[in-house]
């Protein structure tokens, strides 16, 4: 659990929270450290994954945990779900209302006690479909994670 006195709202933090919330392209740490060096150049990266980490037991951000990937971080802390390009790494926010009922009809089968769900969606940005080699690699890609997840 997060300490009461790491609760406030500083300076540092506030800055990681409106850069984050500035562009919605779901940054890792490292590209959030380079954005607020902008404002703050003596902040560490230490101190970002710190600050990161409090945002998000604050429920004031996510931490995006995709599969194949680095932690990524949300400024929208709402229940919403993510398409990613397989060939360049973009993600987004999917334009779809998250299925509740999906939760409800699986309490209802099972003996887990079921507290959330993710679910990503993946393929190719717009800009990534107009290319055949990335079309060529995003399929091999899916291809290669059906034949490992059947194994």
Known sequence: M???DKMRMTKQRRLILE?????NDHPTADVLYDR???HLPRISL??????????????EIQTLELSGSQK?????????YHIRCLHCGRLDDAPIAPLSQLEDELYESTVYTI????????????ECSKDEE????????????????AN
Do not use: W
Request: net charge positive; charged share 25%.
């Open 72 to 80: 990524r971080y949300d400024g929208i802390p709402g229940k919403h």
């Open 2 to 4: 997060v300490q009461t």
């Open 115 to 126: 507290m959330g769900h993710r679910l990503e969606f993946m393929g190719l940005c717009p």
């Open 36 to 38: 607020v060096r902008k």
């Open 46 to 59: 230490g101190t970002i994954y710190r600050n990161l980490e409090i945002l998000t037991a604050l429920g």
């Open 134 to 149: 990335a079309r060529h690699i995003a399929e091999a890609a899916i291809a290669a994670s059906q034949h490992s997840t």
């Open 19 to 23: 850069e984050l919330r500035r562009q």
